[in-house]
Every structure is written in structure tokens, then in C-alpha cells.
């Protein structure tokens, strides 16, 4: 039986390789889960009884762009926090943003560019949905370090002309997942320069957008609107996952040009799963309030805090801007992992996880990523046994 190629170079996703180098080994203490993204604080007290006064809604289709209330309180919000006034038109409700990543390129990336094969950038590291989507659809993926020489963000504008001629899409990611690097306002504008010169869409990913350290990450919505930039030119995907702690409601939403949307709900008529109508209320309580994220947003403030005073002063370290990941650096992260499990219990992601081979080199290999999710009192107790057993 025949299967595509396109495929065949792809590695395992980052958790099943996780599985595979520690699973069989015994931890050496306590498990102290640091790996995966998925907030443990507690979710908005107003969840539960919503989500039971709109059981009903689970016998019935639900509106699959979004309900017109849902669409209304994602447009307050993008108000409220970008200072940009898109009518409800312009979004659409996502299963996740990650469904939302992978098939908005579907929708609009072109077959070809300029007579030759289309071109998908992207950071790397980067999360890997990005790459897949890319090889779907038969695009070729640029994978553009995002290392400390360029501020863990990807240095588009290096790229040759020629390339950047073939780019139909190129992902970010701010803040920055694993690294917590946040995009100016001055690299937002010199990606939207460039999308413009070489005629490309910007995909931002921006669900890790409200956890930041000091002020809040400028958004691309605010900064194309600042500058007058084509609305086409961006599609801008937000999700409740991190923001509110719902990383089960499997909400989040994607905005974009008339044209771009157009696309976008014409593939999710046929592609999409529609969210069901009560997680759609939840939703749209979640949007329109901000008290459960502020005090989420406190929490990750003081874990950040713990981990400045656990690995300050040691070469190397970087405390993030926003997110909730430590890309710390190591010798070797896959060692690294192997070493904190069997010896502490702790587990952690090795950053080549994260990352493609470009040239022979894989910009992740010397880094671990390790997630804040946990409580406070856990949170200090894996960076602490992290630090002694690594940096001791």
C-alpha cells in the first residue's frame, strides 16, 4: 500500500519521544511533572454553573464560525486590549487555536508562488503544528533560528530576497514558545515591511499573550492597525487555554482580513469541528472578564519571581518576558532530562524536541524547557532539585 512522502522525515511528536527515553526508567524521587503546557491553576468560578444552565445546548448543532454573542465578546476584547474595533465578521471560533493554525494554512496558502514551490517560515524552535501544516500542503518549511544572538525571535528580514520571494506564510510566535520572547512594536512593523514587500501573510500565534512579566505584549492586531497595514496582510490566533485555565474547553478564536475569513470559514464548513454550544457560553464569559486573569497572571508573576531567585547569577539564564516556560540552558537537553528523571524525578522537555536539524545543527539541543504550571510550593520544589542536580 502506498502512503505519501511528504511526511516519511517527520519525527515523533515532542510528548510520545518524551515517552520513549523515560518511561522505561524508574524516577529517581517524587514525579514532578514540568513538561507539558497545560495551566493548573484553577479555572474561572463561573464555568460550572454556566456550563450546567446550557446543557440543552448539547442537543443541538452548534453555530460552527461561533454564536453571534461568542463573535461579540471576542470583538469586545480585541477592543478592550488592542484599542482596534473589528466588527464580528472578521473571527471566527476555533476547536483550539491549534486546529486554527493548521488549517488557515490549508485556506490560504497558494499552490504555488511566483511559478515555484510555495515557502512556509517559521522559528526554530517552534511549535510543531506550524511545520505540519506547512508539508500538508506541499509547501516547503524554512525553519529561521530563534537563538539569544537574535533575541529568540527569527531574524525574517536576514533571509535572501530570492526566498523571501517564494514565502506565502510565515508563523511567529510571541510570546515566544518555549523561549517567552516578546515581539516589539518595532518587529511587528518590520515583519509587516517585509509581508508587504514580498507579498506573504504573517500567522500570529499569540495565545500565550496575557502571562506576561512587567507590561503587556504588543499585539499584532494593534500594530497593523498603528500602521495602516493591509488587513489581509495578518491572521492573528488567541486562545482561552493559557488565558483563562480552559485548556479542556478547547476554545479559541482566529481573526483576519474579509477575504482571509472568507476563506477560513469556507474550509471549516467542510473541515472544522464546531464548538459545542455550551462550551461556546463558557466562552463568552471568559472573554468579557478579566478578573480570573489577572489573578492567574499574579501567580505566574510569582513563579517567575522563584525562578529568578533560584538560577540567578547562573551563566545563561534568561528570565522570560511572558509565557510560562524556562528555556534553560544545558550541555545537552535530551541528557539533561534523562539525568533529572532517573536521579530526581523531575521531567522536562529536551529542547531538540522543539526544533529541526538546519546545516547540522539543532538550535534546541542545548536547552531544556520547563513548564510553571504546577503550584507555587511544587513549582519551587522541581527547580530547586533541577538546579542542584544540573547546575549543583
Not at 511526511?7 to 507539558?36: Q, W
Not at 461568542?70 to 476584547?77: D, N, R, V
Not at 537574535?150 to 533571509?159: E, K
Request: glycine share 8%.
Amino acid at each position: 500500500m502506498a502512503f505519501p512522502e511528504r511526511f516519511s522525515n517527520l519525527p515523533d511528536y515532542a510528548f510520545p519521544r518524551l515517552r520513549k527515553l523515560l518511561d522505561h526508567l524508574p524516577p529517581g524521587g517524587a514525579p514532578v511533572a514540568m513538561t507539558i503546557g497545560e495551566p493548573k491553576h484553577a479555572m474561572p468560578d463561573f464555568v460550572g454553573p454556566i456550563l450546567a444552565a446550557n446543557l440543552d445546548g448539547f442537543s443541538v448543532y452548534p453555530p460552527n464560525d461561533g454564536t453571534p454573542e461568542l463573535l461579540a465578546a471576542i470583538s469586545g476584547w480585541t477592543q478592550r486590549r488592542y484599542g482596534v474595533a473589528l466588527g464580528p465578521d472578521r473571527f471566527m471560533v476555533l476547536n483550539g487555536t491549534r486546529e486554527g493554525l493548521f488549517n488557515a494554512c490549508i485556506a490560504l496558502c497558494p499552490e504555488t508562488k511566483n511559478g515555484k514551490q510555495p515557502v512556509v517560515l517559521m522559528p526554530n524552535p517552534f511549535y510543531q503544528v506550524y511545520a505540519v501544516a506547512a508539508l500538508t500542503v506541499g509547501a516547503e518549511p524554512v525553519y529561521v533560528p530563534a537563538t539569544a544572538a537574535t533575541g529568540h525571535l527569527p531574524d525574517f528580514a536576514g533571509l535572501s530576497p530570492d526566498l523571501l520571494d517564494r514565502v506565502t506564510i510565515a508563523y511567529i510566535c510571541s510570546p515566544a514558545n518555549p523561549q517567552g520572547a516578546v515581539a516589539s512594536r518595532d518587529y511587528w512593523k518590520t515583519l509587516l515591511a517585509l509581508a508587504e514587500k514580498h507579498d506573504f501573510q504573517i500567522f500570529a500565534d499569540e495565545c500565550y499573550s496575557e502571562i506576561w512579566r512587567n507590561s503587556p505584549p504588543p499585539g499584532i492586531l494593534e500594530v497593523a492597525a498603528e500602521v495602516g497595514a493591509d488587513p489581509e496582510r495578518v491572521v492573528a490566533f488567541h486562545s482561552l487555554s493559557k488565558r483563562s485555565n480552559l485548556p479542556g474547553l478547547r476554545s479559541g478564536f482566529a481573526a483576519a482580513g474579509p477575504q482571509s475569513m472568507e476563506r477560513l470559514r469556507k474550509l471549516r464548513a467542510f473541515a472544522g469541528a464546531p464548538l459545542p454550544l455550551p462550551l461556546q457560553r463558557v466562552a463568552e464569559a471568559a472573554w468579557s472578564d478579566e478578573a480570573h486573569v489577572a489573578a492567574s497572571r499574579a501567580l505566574y508573576q510569582e513563579k517567575f519571581a522563584l525562578a529568578d531567585s533560584i538560577f540567578g547569577g547562573m551563566q545563561g539564564y534568561q528570565s522570560p518576558e511572558g509565557g510560562f516556560f524556562l528555556w534553560l540552558p544545558v550541555e545537552d537537553g535530551e541528557a539533561a532530562a534523562l539525568k533529572l528523571w532517573t536521579e530526581t524525578g523531575v521531567r522536562v522537555l529536551p529542547g531538540a524536541y522543539l526544533s529541526r536539524d538546519v546545516g547540522g545543527q539543532n538550535p534546541g539541543k542545548p536547552y531544556i524547557r520547563v513548564a510553571l504550571v504546577a503550584p507555587k510550593d511544587e513549582t519551587e520544589r522541581g527547580l530547586t532539585k533541577l538546579r542542584d542536580c544540573i547546575y549543583g
